[in-house]
């Protein structure tokens, strides 16, 4: 074989595989039959370590990618430097220098130490540098070892000269992968962090998970382990994007993605490419490919807010994929699976909807498998004291203050007697609109102007107050009837806002003479 032939043949081998070991392998039982060579290996400096790193090693048994690291003496360090200046001396003279040692190699103090570190008999050596636009790539050589005395000559370094290019486009193929590699773990990192940050800012630990919200999280705990789709009902500022992050924070999804679409924030002509994507081209301005919201979220969960705002044509595309659990991105042809876990949810009467013909009843029952209620927070007012707590260090931290102001004696009363229409992210803004004007504190709410919009929550029933239980239960029950115009059962029936079974609501109703049913609204 004469040099063109072997120039043409073993860079096919080197570059020819995805994996460097692989190349290396193939490579070294090519050389073999030209060249005695028991041991191949890339390897290069790290500075930041003071070792010299081997990246890939073959021999005539196997090849590894193992990344050995070997410790060098500063003695070694030095050698090595004085190596690579003479190589960038002789290489103006000679561009295809190698060293070639015949006698003792190990008598080169880095030599030494990485030989008798990893066991390997060696007594002859070619050692290859790597040089990429006029720099020695990093300290990289390539490495060809051999037992026994004076097995290498200048013949052999010649032609294994011919292959130092393929060999330093392999080199820094490899210096690049890991650069890949490092950036994706760092991404990986970051990535772990900002869903701990996601958690902590919406809240890890439900505030009211064992008062108002208690029949709520029963439920999460219930649903959260499996992946039937959740339809969370309740109005504006309830929280259910935060129930939501936690049914997917507590399911073995947790480690996926979780994507969250604002339905109602898409116009009508962006809805398909937003939630399933687009090919270059597909339309005016699709300048390159562009993933979906239902693709981003595979394996994950993929959270659809305000899902009663969807207009009735994306409904229908929905609807294809929750049943066939694949899409296509617009201007495609190819079906992407998906492996998603879909919660929903809506501040509206999806049932009257459906009456309306506003709401697909297919969609609906697709999404209806598992429906939770959030309560408002004027029904659960035993949680605004630990709310007021959760908000005035969550903004204090926003705000970056020193210090968590403390409240003023009694400041929580106006806060007890509001009846909150902006539920649970009203008391929010309040919180953050005190800090910013005391923040310093003690913190009140008396300029909050509450009072004002003060609507009682016996302005609709009955208000003469009694200490009589069961009279206090049925007014209350009267009340709750009033606001469901007599519905018991469902979502936003009267058995849902109390948090009690619709069948132990009709017992007390019973009970107290309350009747139920169309007759309970005259």
Known sequence: MDENEFFREAPLRICGNL?????????????????????????????????????????????????????????????????????????????????????????????????????????????????????????????????????????????????????????????????????????????????????????????????????????????????????????????????????????????????????????????????????????????????????????????????????LQAQVRLLNVLQSKEIERVGGVKTIPLDIRIIAATNRNLEEMLRLNQFREDLWFRLNVFPIWIPPLRDRMADVPALVQHFISLKARELKLPDIPKLSPGAIVPLMEYHWPGNVRELENIIERALILNPTGPLSFEHMNLGQLKKPLESQGESKETDNLDEANSRHIRQILLKTKGKVNGPDGAAALLGINPSTLRNRMKKLGIDYGTKSKS
């Open 19 to 311: 994996e460097i070991e692989e190349g290396m392998f193939s490579t070294l039982q090519f050389l073999r039959k030209k060249m005695p060579v028991d041991r191949i290996f890339l390897q290069f400096v790290d500075a930041g370590l003071n070792a010299m790193r081997i990246v890939a090693m073959a021999t005539p048994k196997e090849a590894t990618k193992d990344e050995l690291l070997t410790p060098l003496s500063s003695k070694a360090l030095q050698e090595i430097m004085d190596l690579i200046n003479e190589y960038k001396y002789y290489q103006q003279k000679k561009p295809n220098f190698i060293w070639l040692f015949k006698d003792n190699p190990k008598e080169n103090s880095a030599i030494r130490e990485i030989f008798e570190l990893h066991k390997m008999q060696v007594t002859s050596l070619m050692v290859i540098p790597l040089k990429a636009t006029g720099k020695v790539l990093g300290g990289g050589s390539l490495v060809l070892a051999t037992e026994g005395e004076r097995k290498f000559n200048q013949k052999h370094a010649d032609l294994i000269s011919l292959l130092k290019e393929p060999f330093v486009i392999a080199m820094s193929n490899v210096l690049r992968y890991r650069d890949v590699i490092r950036l994706k773990e760092l991404l990986a990192d970051d990535n772990r962090y900002l869903h701990g940050e996601l958690r902590r800012l919406s809240g890890d630990e439900i505030v009211g998970a064992n008062f108002g919200l208690r029949d709520v999280m029963c439920k999460v705990q219930q649903v959260a382990a499996l992946d039937s789709p959740v339809l969370l009902l309740g109005e504006t500022g309830v929280g259910k994007d935060v129930i939501a992050n936690t049914i997917h924070y507590s399911s073995s999804r947790s480690n996926g993605p979780f994507v969250s679409v604002n339905c109602g924030a898409i116009p009508d002509t962006l809805i398909d490419s937003e939630l399933f994507g687009h090919e270059k081209g597909a339309f005016t301005g699709a300048l390159s490919q562009k993933r979906g919201r239902f693709e981003r979220a595979d394996k994950g969960t993929i959270f659809l807010d305000e899902i009663g705002e969807l207009p």
